[in-house]
Nanobody, 124 residues
Framework: QVQLAESGGGSVQAGGSLRLSCVAS????????MGWFRQAQGKEREGVAS???????SYADSVKGRCTISQDNAKNTLFLQMNSLKPEDTGMYYC??????????????????WGQGTQVTVSS
């Protein structure tokens, strides 16, 4: 069973920064892509950023220029550095990994493993 554990969320004022972390364990095979999703209250879950096996990254238009996704393969850890945060960035942030039978599609990738989430709240 693949386990993903997020941390680093919290409450910050607009313009502030947060760095989210996700530690992966229990992987039985190599994952080609990992990403961050978020879900605001009353909204659908949306992709925020992803990174594939060759280091290529993708970002939602809403966070381009403000967020950076990275990973430390030696520590099986995924990061999301978020700067210049806005109130609309508020939501539950989930770490995700691709899987052959994943049900969630984003930018052509099937994501099927999810963390429990870490709350990000940005106040004005």
């Amino acid at each position: 069973q693949v386990q993903l554990a997020e941390s680093g969320g919290g409450s910050v004022q607009a313009g502030g920064s947060l760095r989210l972390s996700c530690v992966a364990s229990g992987y039985a095979y190599t994952h080609n892509c990992m990403g961050w999703f978020r879900q605001a209250q009353g909204k659908e879950r949306e992709g925020v950023a992803s990174i594939d096996s060759d280091g290529s990254t993708s970002y939602a238009d809403s966070v381009k220029g403000r967020c950076t996704i990275s990973q430390d393969n030696a520590k099986n850890t995924l990061f999301l550095q978020m700067n210049s945060l806005k109130p609309e960035d508020t939501g539950m942030y989930y770490c995700a990994a691709d899987s052959p039978d994943g049900r969630t599609w984003w930018l052509g990738v099937r994501f099927g493993y999810w963390g429990q989430g870490t709350q990000v709240t940005v106040s004005s």
